[in-house]
């Protein structure tokens, strides 16, 4: 583990100073609880080039464990673990059994995060044993009750302006509210479609401890995403996301099934898709297309829900290109700590 003064002791006596930035007690508190600088939550995807960045810059990193071997979840937890101070959480996507888990617990993972389900005791139990911090995702005033029930550290309220697979139906402010009002002492972060630090401050002031961010750090030198979808992002307007089931077929790699509607750009199989009348599966134009091929996933065919990352060769802008609806907003290609340097300046400016 990298030795030192915690982030968060830096974040105090430097530019990121609380009182200067205006934050509240809860928003404090989750810097000290989990030694950052900045309230800033990396979401899942990008790799671990990307989570390290995020976290030895001072945000939360995050490293996606659901569809790796036990071994391989024992790897990337390590390496975490020797390239931070801690600050970063392994997520599951409860749509299949986290066969991981015991290893990275293993290992020594510092905090577990679920979405896309409520974890059952005998998980949550392993949790608390392995010594780590719960995280669970929600979207609903229902959803939060039943997580609360579980005592977890922190809250993710999603709301539907995310991109990728997407578990909220409402909107992000519509949501918070409730599950705010529910949670009580619970920190609650917020996600979807925040993208720069106005959109941070928005929902620290609605009441959020901070923020969750995908698509934008996507979009950046560190992240795993393949070079020509991070030019798409980059090419996005406000109104090139599209909230849709057009993407539902699992790689060959991914065991279970992940059936669920999800934000992407629209690009030429969502647009030959729709002009055919949004069809079923076995009735869509060009299903049976390899549109790309990758050196360790194999094939990926049109409709598959894998999205470009780096080594992918061919037809990559037919693929699923996951975007939330604050890709408008993302027109550079920085590094993951200049990122988080400017989001908090532009945090600071807004008040």
């Known amino acids: 583990m990298r030795k030192g003064k915690s982030v968060a002791a830096k974040a105090i006596e430097g530019e990121s100073n609380d009182d200067e930035a205006g934050l509240t007690a809860t928003t ?7 030694n950052l600088k900045y309230p800033i939550f990396q979401a899942a995807p990008g790799g671990q080039d990307l989570a390290i960045a995020v976290a030895q810059s001072g945000g939360m990193g995050a490293v996606a464990l659901s569809f790796d071997s036990p071994d391989y979840a024992f790897k990337v937890v390590n390496r975490m673990i020797n390239a931070t101070n801690g600050n970063f959480y392994g997520n599951y ?3 299949v059994p986290p066969k991981s888990l015991d290893r990275a617990l293993e290992a020594g993972c510092p905090i577990i995060q679920f979405s896309w389900g409520i974890p059952g005791q005998g998980v949550v139990n392993k949790v608390r044993h392995g010594g780590a911090k719960l995280g669970i995702q929600v979207s609903s005033n229902l959803g939060a009750k039943k997580a609360l029930s579980f005592d977890p ?5 999603q709301g539907i302006e995310a991109g990728g697979h997407v578990q909220g139906t409402s909107s992000l402010l519509e949501s918070i509210e409730g599950i705010l009002e529910l949670a009580g002492p619970v920190p609650v972060l917020a996600a979807g479609g925040i993208a720069n630090g106005k959109d941070i401050r928005q929902v620290v002031s609605a009441g959020a401890a ?5 698509t934008r750090f996507m979009a950046t030198k560190e992240s795993d995403a393949h070079d020509d979808y991070k030019r798409e992002l980059i090419a996005a307007n406000g109104n090139s996301t599209v909230y ?3 993407f539902d077929k699992e790689p060959t790699f991914a065991s279970g099934t992940w059936d669920s509607a999800h934000r992407v750009l629209r690009n030429s199989t969502f647009q030959e898709w729709e002009a055919a009348g949004c069809p079923l599966s076995g009735s869509r134009p060009g299903e049976n297309d390899v549109v790309a091929t990758h050196p360790v996933y194999g094939e990926t065919l049109r409709y598959e829900t894998m999205s470009p990352v780096t ?3 061919g037809s990559l802008e037919a693929m699923a290109l996951y975007a939330g609806e604050g890709v408008g907003k993302v027109k550079d290609l920085p590094s993951a700590g200049d990122l988080l340097e400017r989001l908090w300046k532009e945090f600071k400016a807004t008040r």
């Not at 404090?28 to 989990?34: G, P, T």
């Not at 550290?153 to 309220?157: A, R």
């Not at 901070?210 to 995908?214: D, H, P």
């Open 311 to 313: 080594g992918h060769e």
């Open 244 to 246: 849709t089931i057009c």
């Open 93 to 95: 996507v409860l749509s």
């Open 210 to 214: 901070g923020a969750v961010l995908g």
């Open 153 to 157: 550290d922190f809250l993710i309220c």
């Open 28 to 34: 404090k508190k989750l810097l000290a609880d989990y």
